[in-house]
């Protein structure tokens, strides 16, 4: 499984930006896809996930701004930002669990200003 990771950027607070992950290979193996973040010096938290029957979870410091989801039909799962702060800013690593294992896509860097 192969996961292609796009959309971050430079917003300034109280804005949005949309999140993108596309996954290819064995994606028929694929049960959950998530994503994390990680900001300089601190380890890396989960974010949200989505299972495979659109079942969804959120970090508390996420919940009410960011919406996950995936469109099976393009193999893409979207993270919607909403309402940034600038303890959002962080490296947004895509993450996707299947039967074989898990897998990482690259990270896309996301920054908040003030």
């Known amino acids: 499984v192969q996961l292609q990771a796009s959309g971050g950027g430079l917003v300034q607070a109280g804005g949005s930006l949309r999140l993108s992950c596309a996954a290819s290979g064995s994606i028929f193996s694929i049960n959950v896809m998530a994503w994390y973040r990680q900001a300089p010096g601190k380890q890396r938290e989960l974010v949200s996930l989505v299972t495979s029957s659109g079942s969804t979870n959120y970090a508390d410091s996420v919940k009410g701004r960011f919406t996950i989801s995936r469109d099976n039909a393009k193999n893409t799962v979207y993270l919607q930002m909403n309402s940034l702060k600038p303890e959002d800013t962080a490296v947004y690593y895509c993450?996707?669990?299947?039967?074989?294992?898990?897998?990482w896509g690259q990270g896309t860097q996301v920054t908040v200003s003030s």
């Open positions: 993450n996707a669990i299947g039967t074989a294992g898990g897998y």
